[in-house]
């Protein structure tokens, strides 16, 4: 299988890179700790990093004397090369919200990946839903990661949200004690976009 995929993206060190990039997709590079970390010859890595960039897989930036390099996440094929070369398993469920395509939340989520549990829509982002709760984020937010997420997002969406972070163990209460605030929201029109110990029992 291997070998399939070096010959299909034509270049092992290629081939390298792109698991790189895709497995640290939030991590800036330069070129000779990249030259380490994939045990390739510099000139390899400098020729097929400037062909990723040419395609629009990573992008650049100049910081303290170096060129450092990142994956662009707006780069059109990004989740299939993320499906394809990442070790992350692609758990999240791919739903509409306002005129975002279908890969909207996918791509937003990979941001916070590592941090976050379950994730629910509803409010103003779910079509026909009378929710005064637009998203229920559960995670872990240490130094404020969902937090700085959930503005994020308000300022791509340009729209102000009332959301709710609580950890893991907090939500799991409230969910099996029917709790008043977390039943109002999942008694109304909702979606599950991340479920990742299947808590709600969604398919």
Same mark, same amino acid.
């Given at each position: 299988?291997?070998?399939?995929?070096? @010959?299909?993206?034509?270049?092992?060190?290629?081939?390298?890179?792109?698991?790189?990039?895709?497995? =640290?997709?939030?991590?800036?590079?330069?070129?000779?700790? #990249?030259?380490?970390?994939?045990?390739?010859?510099?000139?390899?890595?400098?020729?097929?990093?400037?062909?990723?960039?040419?395609?629009? #897989?990573?992008?650049?930036?100049?910081?303290?004397?170096?060129?450092?390099?990142?994956?662009?996440?707006?780069?059109?094929?990004?989740?299939?090369?993320?499906?394809?070369?990442?070790?992350?398993?692609?758990?999240?469920?791919?739903?509409?919200?306002?005129?975002?395509? @279908?890969?909207?939340?996918?791509?937003?989520?990979?941001?916070?990946?590592?941090?976050?549990?379950?994730?629910?829509?509803? !409010?103003?982002?779910?079509?026909?839903?009378?929710?005064?709760?637009?998203?229920?984020?559960? !995670?872990?937010?240490?130094?404020?990661?969902?937090?700085?997420?959930?503005?994020?997002?308000?300022?791509?969406? *340009?729209?102000?949200?009332?959301?709710?972070?609580?950890?893991?163990?907090?939500?799991?209460?409230?969910? @099996?004690?029917?709790?008043?605030?977390? =039943?109002?929201?999942?008694? *109304?029109?909702?979606?599950?976009?991340?479920?990742?110990? *299947?808590?709600? !029992?969604?398919?």
């Amino acid at each position: 299988m291997e070998r399939n995929i070096d @010959s299909l993206f034509g270049s092992k060190t290629r081939v390298k890179l792109l698991n790189l990039f895709f497995n =640290n997709p939030n991590t800036n590079y330069y070129v000779r700790e #990249i030259t380490r970390l994939i045990d390739e010859q510099v000139n390899s890595v400098r020729r097929e990093l400037s062909n990723l960039q040419e395609v629009g #897989i990573v992008v650049s930036t100049n910081n303290e004397r170096k060129l450092f390099y990142t994956l662009n996440h707006d780069f059109e094929y990004y989740l299939p090369l993320r499906a394809i070369f990442s070790d992350e398993p692609m758990l999240l469920k791919r739903q509409n919200t306002d005129d975002k395509n @279908s890969n909207y939340w996918d791509d937003k989520l990979s941001l916070v990946l590592d941090y976050i549990n379950v994730f629910i829509i509803s !409010g103003r982002l779910v079509e026909d839903s009378t929710s005064k709760v637009d998203m229920i984020i559960v !995670g872990d937010n240490k130094d404020n990661k969902l937090s700085n997420w959930a503005n994020s997002l308000e300022e791509s969406m *340009n729209k102000q949200l009332n959301y709710s972070i609580m950890n893991t163990s907090e939500f799991y209460y409230r969910f @099996s004690t029917k709790d008043i605030f977390l =039943n109002s929201v999942l008694k *109304n029109k909702y979606k599950v976009i991340l479920d990742k110990s *299947n808590i709600l !029992g969604k398919e």
